[in-house]
């Protein structure tokens, strides 16, 4: 693919780094970028498809025109009666529920900008993303797993980290406000106005960990909107796709491979409140999706091994895309042969980028590759990280990734940017790739990483970020977190950890405990700890992760066998 265009220069303003205007005015004469912001193109979607069937949960099944009065009245409301503002920005912790949508979609017709944490994240992400994007609300949902969230969003309040918090779904919290009566009031105020800046920031999606400088991702109104209506027109999707979604809705996949795709083409989405097998199987014979935009490998094995399974008819699944980690061939093999699934394959980020298996392509691009980029304006490189040369199609090299829809640096992290993004605005994805000639086109597949992130089950856990907070407990001199090899979820999370003299080791319940303490968001913690005299070194200095890696791989396989 080419990499000529003129990307010569990045604008860097309060610390966001744009797009530069050549490329902003090449994007839109392209016709990729509309000029409108994504609230109004959503706006747009609900009017096209009022009558459709929009969103499904095990509560409720709105139309468009319904969902869109969730959404507006909340958008009234939230400005009518909490003092938040155009411009402001409002975090979330929220599960699968229609809340999470209304509020989601009802914050951006409010002109407030989402910032997509996760229910699963704990106090101390929270509070720290909320510091570094300057949030002034959270959203939060009173029943999600036996209410846990709500002294979160109290100790943010109290602590006046956020100065609003909206309780959803029962409970309630002294000094926030209430879902129930901001739609109450929103159904009876008048349509708001306001203009929202198109060179702004529409929503923030998370990446990497919490270390002393998050990752943030600021999406933009028109590459954002541009990303889900691609990647719907890529996947041929109509008013008769039935999306149906397991993972966290927040999420960047969930918001922007399920539910703002779902919304452009007019399809419905059904919302799994998790992504226990059973709750999927039931929502297969309830409402006979036709398509799974992301399926994690962890799941399409649970779903071959579910003895339920077996009396399911899959037939009528057109678009089973597995993605997020790597999809192992036999996997593969089994889902053709026992469920009848063709199984595709994606690849994306929270950054942009997105490949996907083309409509129509044989088992050999299906099996072996994650396919090809949505938009034919996408570039990807794959590249000798340390020189910085492209390398011949075969040969195993990193990511590089640069597009319509691929941000051009994190928001306020200079230091990050100049390291994960080059001149011209590549992102180096961290992820090792290899290209592929299949049939005289080029896909690609992904055989390794660079980054120091392990991928538990699509869940991401940064090395770094635990090492951190592990070397806050006194006892311990040296620790480093990498990632051990798990049938099911592709990775787990391993400690290797250096003791002071004297003091007992850690075990995997002690180091936990350490660790929630602290805030930290229970799918990071360690599931494995090794505990050595010393940790071997890199030339340059640092822990040699990669050594412990391979030595824990030796160690699991030994166990196993
Ligand atoms: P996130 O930003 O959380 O969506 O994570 C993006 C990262 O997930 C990528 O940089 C890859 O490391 C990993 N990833 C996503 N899709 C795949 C895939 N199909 N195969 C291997 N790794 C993947």
Redesign the pocket.
């Known amino acids: 693919m080419s990499h000529d265009l003129d990307h010569s220069s990045l604008a860097v303003d309060e610390g966001l780094v744009s797009y530069p205007a050549a490329v902003v005015e090449r994007y839109r004469a392209q016709g990729c970028w509309a000029g409108r912001s994504l609230p109004d193109q959503l706006a747009a979607a609900f009017t096209a498809h009022a009558d459709r069937v929009a969103l499904v949960t095990d509560e409720v099944r709105w139309t468009y025109a319904e969902l869109e009065a969730e959404v507006r009245a909340f958008a009234r409301g939230v400005i009518a009666t909490t003092g938040l503002r155009p411009g402001d920005r409002v975090m979330f912790q929220m599960g699968n529920v229609a809340e999470t949508a209304v509020t989601y979609l009802g914050a951006l017709f409010a002109g407030l900008v989402p910032v997509c944490t996760l229910a699963q994240h704990g106090s101390r992400e929270i509070e720290l993303l909320a510091r570094h994007v300057g949030a002034r609300g959270l959203i939060t949902q009173a029943d999600f797993r036996d209410g846990r969230l709500l002294p979160i969003a109290e100790s943010l309040l109290t602590d006046g980290v956020v100065d609003v918090v909206v309780v959803v779904r029962g409970g309630s919290l002294a000094g926030a406000a209430d879902y129930r009566e901001i739609i109450a009031a929103g159904r009876d105020s008048t349509e708001l106005e306001f203009d929202p800046d198109l060179a702004g920031v529409a929503v923030f999606q998370l ?1 990497g960990g919490t270390t002393g400088l998050p990752k943030v991702a600021p999406r933009l109104h028109e590459e954002y909107a541009y990303n889900a209506r691609q990647w719907a027109a890529a996947l041929g999707w109509t008013q008769d796709t039935t999306v149906l979604y397991p993972l966290p809705l927040m ?3 969930g918001i922007a491979l399920a539910l703002q795709p779902t919304l452009f083409a007019g399809a419905t989405i059904v919302l799994a409140a998790n992504a226990d097998i059973d709750v999927i199987l039931d929502l297969f014979e309830a409402e006979h999706p036709n398509t799974l935009p992301l399926v994690p490998p962890a799941v399409a094995i649970r779903l071959l091994e579910a003895p339920r399974s077996k009396n399911i008819d899959f037939g009528g699944i057109e678009q089973f895309i ?6 192992a061939i036999e996997v593969a093999r089994q889902l053709r042969d026992d469920l009848m699934i063709d199984v595709r ?7 942009g980028m997105f490949l996907v298996t083309p409509d129509g392509a044989g088992e050999d691009v299906r099996f072996h590759t ?1 396919g090809s980029p949505i938009s034919p304006l996408d570039e990807v490189r794959i590249v000798d990280p340390s020189t910085g040369q492209d390398l011949p199609e075969g040969e195993l090299g990193e990511l590089w990734a640069r597009g319509p829809y691929t941000i051009r640096g994190y928001y306020r992290a200079q230091q990050h940017n100049s390291g994960c993004f080059t001149d011209g605005g590549f992102y180096r ?3 090792l790739a290899r290209a592929h000639r299949i049939g005289g086109e080029v896909y690609y597949s ?1 055989d390794g ?1 660079i ?1 120091d ?1 392990i ?1 538990r089950g ?1 869940e ?1 856990v940064h090395a770094e970020e635990v090492e951190e907070l592990i070397l806050e407990h006194p006892e311990v001199e040296n620790a480093a977190i990498v990632a051990m090899p798990d049938a099911v979820l592709g990775e787990r999370v391993c400690a290797y950890l250096v003791m002071r003299s004297g003091t007992e080791a850690l075990t995997v319940d002690t180091l936990g405990r350490h660790l929630s303490g602290l805030g930290l968001a229970k799918y990071k913690l360690p599931e494995r700890v090794e505990v050595r005299d010393s940790l071997p070194l890199s030339n340059v200095g640092k822990v040699a992760r990669k050594e412990l890696r391979d030595e824990i791989a030796g160690l699991v396989r030994t166990e196993q066998a």
């Open positions: 990446s999420h960047n996949a597995v993605g997020g980690q790597k999809l394959q994606m690849f994306g980020m929270a950054e994650v994805t961290g992820d992904i990483r980054k992130v991928n699509v991401k």
